[in-house]
């Protein structure tokens, strides 16, 4: 068989290797994480109900989007192993697939906007905050559909090994999302100062620019595919939809329950759910680096699946692990020694500053445990095995983190940072769940 995708997969799976896969895709987190933290600092100056309302409707935004992004991931881990296997063919074929799922995915999503204002005034617990909350939302999910066939395209090109593609494009948005923002949010010229709503805007306008990079990108390598381009396979589909379905209700089920998590926190007051959306832009510092590593590690080890290779698999995920540690447990040094002037950036009240300082400690505290339980998840998942995981995130997430949640921002009156104590308690279940079910299937296997 002729291979027209290559892997950079080495024989040994050494850091040097993981590092080669998972640089591009950390600077493609860490460019969108600053693009979030960018778009807080400028919302920051219409006030904190604004800033309060912009993080609820992106946490809403995630809890309704995320199922799409999660199931499309499941060709990143079909394709990567079928890769592994020299199965050009059927890498050809996972496109045709990705991309009807994005595009339907897509237009049943556009629909879930009608349903943004009264979900939002809940959980915001302020009118004001929930009517803004809600212009956010509805704007910025109109660039859904292009937002998963991009999701799709990035998916299948990071299966081959190909991560830089897609960190270029996102680079380049989030440098256009800054501008838009810039032009968007307080107007220039004819183009009237549209505040929060223009926020909103300058994602979705971002998003499409994503998507039809991203389609232009794999419609030019897919000239050189040796299938012919026919109609999807039902086949196919259900292996796509076996694969990534866990891993699509997996991120909705968690984004909803961390949803309903801000809630609880947002009950608690103002300045509550202000320092609370300000601690997780900066906190995504470290863990979307993080969740970088952990898609490397999946990548690899479906590619060594394919391969029949679990001694690469194995090395491979304590490469992972180790550079997973130490990026996160760098930044949360930072945290624990710079949060003050760091917090300083988003002009906070006295009330927001202080308990957004308690948050960034607790964040330093949790750093190394999530870095564990972020590897050991993209390990399994590219072992296929994504309900497992699937059920240990997703019940934890209900069972501790959502309830306990409640219990201590609300019942115990410890507002956010008895939440975030609750966060670090389900964060160590989850990394010692996943540890123990990765070292038996690196010993089985």
Same mark, same amino acid.
């Given at each position: ?60 935004? #995630?809890?309704?989007?995320? #199922? ?26 996972? %496109? ?8 339907? %995915?897509?237009?049943? /999503? ?7 204002? *009264?979900? +939002? ?25 292009? +937002? ?36 968007? @949010? ?18 979705? $306008? ?20 040796? /299938? ?17 379905? *866990? ?13 309903? #998590?801000?809630?609880? @926190? ?6 509550? @759910? ?25 990548? +690899? ?8 290779? *679990? ?54 505290? #949790? ?59 389900? $964060? ?12 038996? /299937?690196?010993?089985?296997?």
């Amino acid at each position: 068989m002729n291979a027209v995708y290559t892997s950079p997969v080495t024989a040994n799976g050494d850091v040097r290797s993981v590092a080669r896969v998972a640089w591009p895709l950390v600077v493609s987190m860490l460019s969108y994480t600053v693009n979030s933290v960018i778009d807080i600092l400028f919302v920051s100056s219409l006030g904190m109900d604004a800033v309060g309302a912009v993080g609820l409707a992106m946490t809403a935004g #995630f809890a309704i989007t995320c #199922f799409g992004i999660g199931l499309l991931n499941g060709i990143k881990v079909l394709t990567a192993q079928a890769v592994g296997a020299g199965d050009d063919t059927r890498v050809s074929r996972l %496109l045709e697939h990705g991309l009807v799922v994005a595009l339907a %995915l897509g237009l049943v /999503t556009m629909l879930l906007r009608f349903v943004s204002s *009264p979900l +939002l005034a809940f959980m915001s617990g302020e009118a004001e905050v929930g009517a803004l909350a809600a212009s956010y939302f509805e704007t910025r999910l109109l660039g859904v559909v292009p +937002l998963f066939i991009g999701a799709a395209s990035f998916a299948w090109l990071e299966g081959q090994g190909d991560t830089r593609a897609s960190m270029r494009v996102l680079v380049v948005a989030n440098v256009l999302n800054v501008l838009l923002d810039v032009v968007l @949010i307080f107007g220039l010229g004819p183009i009237p100062e549209l505040g929060v709503q223009g926020a909103a805007a300058a994602s979705a $306008l971002t998003h499409t620019f994503q998507g039809v990079v991203g389609l232009l990108l794999v419609a030019r390598r897919r000239r050189k595919m040796p /299938t012919p381009i026919t109609r999807p396979e039902a086949a196919m589909a259900k292996e796509v939809l076996h694969v990534g379905l *866990p891993m699509g209700v997996q991120w909705s089920l968690e984004v909803m329950s961390f949803a309903l #998590f801000a809630t609880f @926190i947002s009950h608690a007051g103002k300045a509550h @759910i202000a320092a609370h959306t300000i601690a997780v832009r900066l906190v995504s510092l470290s863990f979307l680096p993080g969740h970088a590593l952990g898609e490397a590690a999946c990548i +690899l080890v479906g590619q060594a699946v394919g391969a029949g290779n *679990p001694a690469l698999a194995r090395r491979a995920v304590r490469s992972a692990t180790r550079l997973a540690v130490g990026v996160m447990g760098a930044l949360g040094l930072v945290f624990l020694l710079a949060g003050g002037p760091i917090l300083g950036l988003f002009k906070p009240s006295a009330a927001v500053l202080a308990l957004a300082t308690q948050l960034l400690v607790i964040a330093a505290a #949790f750093q190394v445990i999530d870095a564990i339980a972020i590897t050991r998840a993209g390990a399994l998942n590219g072992t296929g095995q994504t309900r497992r995981v699937m059920r240990v995130n997703v019940l934890s997430a209900w069972l501790i983190q959502a309830p306990g949640g409640w219990l201590a921002a609300i019942g115990l009156g410890l507002g956010a940072p008895g939440a975030w104590a609750v966060l670090t308690l389900h $964060l160590a279940i989850v990394a010692a769940l996943l540890g123990r079910m990765w070292s038996r /299937t690196s010993r089985t296997w």
